[in-house]
């Protein structure tokens, strides 16, 4: 009943801020040899079809290739990542222990309510959003829920990537952080890293965030919030290290602002094109 009721206010929420967002689009100026193009006019929205198909490979490669064009600041940010990482994985022992020692009956009737938003919850939203906007034939509700699918096959599949070569021992039935297998062995103790809940709740929470946190600068605090969540339920379930879940919550997160990065340059390469058309 709980997963029903949050499933159908996230809808509610999608169609109202639809409504509010979508009814009017600014009109870019044009030069004096082309008449006005309407932002509208600019804009990419999918459909699933080859091209939306297609465009999920596309957006694959260019995630791969970005460090190939990173500029300082990326190169920053991939710093704080690393450099929490370490801080992270040297404390991890303890984060265990410290989980472990604060277990009650209360905390875990919470934390069972919000883990499922992990590899539960998330999914079915996203589904959720594309069918009500083919239902209502709304665009652009429709256009963000294959937004919101695309970033998640593009994070699950380097995240499942990185989980098949990086065999890190779960704290379940591992006391030592730092217990690995050989790359792709199918020992099941040893799919730790990074943490998939993590990743996918991320992935999700931060779809929202491109699409609605514009315009209602409270949606970013929300949906991260529900990430963060998430990410400590899989620590007080013994279930992944800190740093598993901090790799897989920042995972999720870049990889699905590349993927809406690289919309924005087609639009823009739309735009582009419009203007140089005779």
């Known amino acids: 009943m709980g997963f ?5 206010l996230l809808v509610i929420f999608s169609f109202r801020v639809q409504a509010q967002s979508g009814s009017s689009l600014p009109v870019i100026p044009a030069d004096s040899n082309h008449t006005n ?6 804009l990419v929205r999918y459909r699933i079809n080859g ?46 222990q410290f989980f472990v020692r604060h277990q009650s009956n209360f905390v875990t009737s919470v934390t069972d309510q919000i ?8 999914p079915y939203i996203v589904a959720g959003m594309y069918v009500a906007g083919v239902i209502i034939k709304d665009r652009n509700l429709e256009h963000g829920g294959l937004m919101a699918a695309k970033s998640l096959i ?23 952080p730092f217990s690995f297998n050989a790359p792709f062995s199918k020992d099941k103790h040893h799919t730790s890293f990074p943490s998939g809940h993590s990743l996918t709740v991320m992935t999700v929470a931060t779809a929202f965030a491109e699409l609605y946190g514009k315009d209602h600068p409270w949606v970013p605090w929300v949906s991260y919030g529900i990430a963060g969540l998430t990410g400590a339920t899989r620590l007080y379930e013994n279930r992944h290290w800190s740093s598993d879940v901090w790799v897989g919550l920042a995972l999720g997160h870049f990889v699905t602002k590349s993927v ?19």
Request: proline share 4%; hydrophobic share 40%; charged share 25%.
């Open 4 to 8: 029903r009721l949050i499933f159908l």
């Open 37 to 42: 193009i309407k932002a509208g006019d600019t």
């Open 51 to 96: 091209v939306y198909l297609g465009s999920i490979w596309q957006d694959l490669k260019y995630t791969v290739a970005r460090p190939a064009h990173w500029q300082k600041k990326d190169y920053i940010r991939l710093g704080v990542v690393a450099g929490v990482t370490g801080v992270l994985l040297a404390g991890d022992y303890g984060t265990k």
């Open 115 to 122: 883990e499922p938003f992990g590899n539960a919850y998330s």
């Open 154 to 176: 593009i994070s699950t599949a380097i995240y499942a990537t990185l989980k098949s070569i990086v065999r890190r021992g779960r704290p379940t039935y591992y006391d030592s």
């Open 260 to 278: 809406f990065r690289h919309h924005r340059e087609l639009e823009h390469k739309k735009a582009l094109q419009l203007r140089m058309a005779p």
